[in-house]
């Protein structure tokens, strides 16, 4: 039987992906929390003892260190044969999904995020920048879940997960009330919410949590409570 370590802090949205998919399916696993504000992954002891690639998540699989989430999340949909496609062409809407969150929405979101809400002083100008490549990437995601339960199809594969990942933070971080700019989105994420065995980013990566800063000016609108709140 396979033991797992993750190797996260609370508010990374990637350590995030693979804490849930480990709970869907259900699977336990050790928390290690890592001082990120203390810039510990930039050591060279730890690049040298835990990634090279000076990135957290960190997903210790009986023994073996496994890096990048997308990958770590094809790699679990198939040992436990949940959450993958189900035929060729499904298989490729999840990839071809899988890959664009990695580039666009999760990255631009937790650029944005964390410059927002963790980083003192941020740019204004950056920030807006960054804010409206989200905006953009949010808009193809309403389009994409108007007609459709989940970004696949019917059912819920990792793509969705990957996706929702940054998404499900607190809105006084994102800086995002879905509910009312994106209905369509929320209305989603709701749906991924009420899967068996879902929890919320917080509940699922405990810890102590990094400093926040007052959030810039650049948003706009009023800030709704987090998915996790709503639903209880």
């Keep these: 039987m396979d033991s797992y370590r993750l190797h996260y802090f609370p508010e990374s949205g990637n350590s995030y992906k693979l804490a849930l998919m480990l709970t869907l399916c ?12 203390a810039r510990v992954t930039w050591t060279p002891e730890w690049r040298r003892t835990v990634n090279a690639m000076g990135e957290i998540p960190v997903l210790e699989m009986s023994g073996a260190s496994l890096t990048q989430t997308g990958p770590i999340l094809l790699r679990l949909a198939e040992k436990y044969d949940r959450l993958g496609g189900a035929d060729e062409a499904e298989r ?42 989200v905006d953009d990437f949010l ?22 997960l990957s996706m929702c990942a940054y998404l499900s933070f607190p809105a006084d971080e994102t800086g995002y009330d879905l509910g009312s700019s994106h209905p369509k989105t929320y209305a989603w994420l709701g749906r991924i919410a009420a899967m068996p065995g879902w929890q919320a980013p917080y509940d699922l990566l ?3 949590r990094l400093r926040r800063f007052d959030s810039p000016s650049v948003d706009a609108g009023s800030l709704a409570p987090c998915l996790g709140a709503a639903r209880a």
Excluded: C, H
């Design 92 to 133: 490729f809407e999840v990839l071809r999904w899988l890959f664009w969150d990695n580039q666009k929405l999760s990255g631009f979101m937790a650029a944005y995020r964390f410059r927002r809400s963790f980083m003192q002083n941020s740019d204004p100008a950056v920030l807006a920048f960054l804010r409206g490549r």
């Design 206 to 208: 405990p810890g102590p």
């Design 26 to 37: 259900g699977q336990a696993f050790e928390p290690v929390w890592t001082d990120f504000a």
């Design 139 to 160: 808009g193809i995601v309403e389009e994409r879940v108007t007609d459709r339960p989940f970004v696949v199809g019917d059912r819920a594969t990792i793509a969705d």
